[in-house]
């Protein structure tokens, strides 16, 4: 099946630096989702990238889908504390909906 | 709307031991999945459904059976508990529209 990989595993930042994780697949995706999980949570959809090179934003995060669709990304601008997290990446099949995860980047925030 | 419920949050079960982990929604989605997650790793599908009365493996069905006897109830069986099924389950539903809607998952030790 077709597997994400994704980077980096950990990022620890200042409050207030940017923060950028990446999603990368060896084949063709047809779709991309991501998902922020708190510590001690559950997995929380964020968005879902469909088009070549797609972008779409939600206040301060930044969502991106490569003009090959083969990798994505995640842009945090001027990172919070309640940034802290694991975010995640997954590939969703379009007939069950069967989502493969990538293994998350797991987000710490120095305030 | 409760979205999805999970009972229970927290279980030890001994080595041998067999439980059945509840998962409804009341979401009228026809897709429900079953996920675990082990400490610092990402979701392995486990067992899924799209719509009652038919399941389908996953990519870690081994030790775990599901049934789908209505479209609100997804219960995950363990039999005969090991060690390496300590983890994190997580259900979760999808209407194939959206992302999808985690409940608040299972922490179980099997000891």
């Known amino acids: 099946g077709q597997q994400v990989m994704q980077i980096p595993q950990y990022q620890h930042v200042q409050e207030g630096e940017d923060f950028t994780t990446y999603c990368n697949s060896s084949?063709?995706?047809?779709?991309i989702q991501w998902y922020k999980q708190r510590p001690g949570g559950h997995p929380v959809f964020l968005i879902q990238l469909v088009k070549s090179g797609e972008v779409k934003k939600q206040k301060r995060l930044t969502f991106q889908f490569g003009e090959a669709k083969k990798n994505s990304s995640l842009h945090i601008t001027a990172t919070q504390t309640t940034d802290v997290g694991t975010y995640f990446c997954a590939h969703g099949s379009s007939n069950t909906g069967k989502l493969i995860f990538g293994q998350g980047t797991t987000l710490q925030v120095k305030p | 709307n409760a979205g999805v419920t999970q009972t229970p949050k927290f279980r030890i079960l001994k080595i041998g031991q067999s439980m059945t982990l509840q998962c409804t929604q009341d979401?009228?989605?026809?897709?429900m999945y079953w996920y675990r997650q082990d400490p610092g790793m990402g979701l392995k599908l486990i067992y899924y459904s799209v719509g009652a009365g038919i399941t389908d493996k996953g990519e870690v069905p081994n030790g775990y059976n599901v049934s789908r006897s209505t479209t609100e109830d997804f219960p995950l069986r363990l039999e005969l508990a090991a060690p390496s099924q300590t983890s994190v389950y997580f259900c979760a539903s999808s209407s194939l529209r959206d992302g999808y809607t985690f409940g608040s998952g299972t922490r179980l030790t099997v000891v």
């Open positions: 084949t063709t995706l047809s779709n």
């Open positions: 979401m009228n989605h026809n897709y």
